[in-house]
T-cell receptor, first 119, second 110 residues
Framework: GAVVSQHPSWVICKSGTSVKIECRSL??????MFWYRQFPKQSLMLMAT?????????EQGVEKDKFLINHASLTLSTLTVTSAHPEDSSFYIC???????????????FGPGTRLLVL | QKEVEQDPGPLSVPEGAIVSLNCTYS??????FMWYRQYSRKGPELLMY????GNKEDGRFTAQVDKSSKYISLFIRDSQPSDSATYLC??????????FGQGTELSVKP
């Protein structure tokens, strides 16, 4: 299989605080992980591409100082929402792409998502 | 024009029906095609993955790719209420970002 976990699954925080979300590939190595944001009834919006050992690549319009990404190992990427505000409330989903192995190198496997509510 | 077009639905069918979900795309560089299923408040789950024109079958699911027409389909046979979810098509060029369709909301009524 190709299992990706996320922690926490949901979080409520006060405005101005920082929140860290972890994304782990449990049974495969992932050189590349991705962070998405999803609003209700909408498709996934790519925020950034996270590469192990290097800086993340952010999509246009995504503030890199607000959404800090660290890809510390081949199985772990973290997203930190700094100084969170109510407009940051959303569903955040990570995905991972295999480093090697079978013929599905272009496929992304998704985590279960983290629901963030900023009060 | 969006790179990937997908009818958002909603689509409602009776249990046991054959469901046809479709996406069209404009970028001829796309080589890899995926279908994901997403239940409410959950992350997308990979259903089918293909990188060539033709059909690929997995149980009740069949993915079809027609690169000449830039058209992909997902067929669900003998649909069940548990198939009720949003279905997302996604595609990419080699090493490129995954581009998603808007998602089709499917409801299978008992």
């Amino acid at each position: 299989g190709a299992v990706v976990s996320q922690h926490p699954s949901w979080v409520i925080c006060k405005s101005g605080t920082s929140v860290k979300i972890e994304c782990r590939s449990l049974d495969f190595q992932a050189t590349t992980m991705f962070w998405y944001r999803q609003f209700p009834k909408q498709s996934l919006m790519l925020m950034a591409t996270s590469n192990e050992g290097s800086k993340a690549t952010y999509e246009q319009g995504v503030e890199k100082d607000k959404f800090l990404i660290n890809h510390a190992s081949l199985t772990l990427s973290t997203l930190t929402v700094t100084s969170a505000h109510p407009e940051d409330s959303s569903f955040y989903i990570c995905s991972a792409r295999r480093t090697s192995g079978r013929g599905d190198l272009e496929t992304q496997y998704f985590g279960p998502g983290t629901r963030l509510l900023v009060l | 024009q969006k790179e990937v077009e997908q009818d958002p639905g909603p689509l409602s069918v009776p249990e046991g029906a054959i469901v046809s979900l479709n996406c069209t795309y404009s970028n001829s560089a796309f080589q890899y095609f995926m279908w994901y299923r997403q239940y409410s408040r959950k992350g997308p789950e990979l259903l089918m993955y293909t990188y060539s024109s033709g059909n690929k079958e997995d149980g009740r699911f069949t993915a079809q790719v027609d690169k000449s027409s830039k058209y992909i389909s997902l067929f669900i046979r003998d649909s069940q209420p548990s198939d009720s979810a949003t279905y997302l098509c996604a595609m990419s060029a080699r090493g490129g970002k995954l581009i998603f369709g808007q998602g089709t909301e499917l409801s299978v009524k008992p």
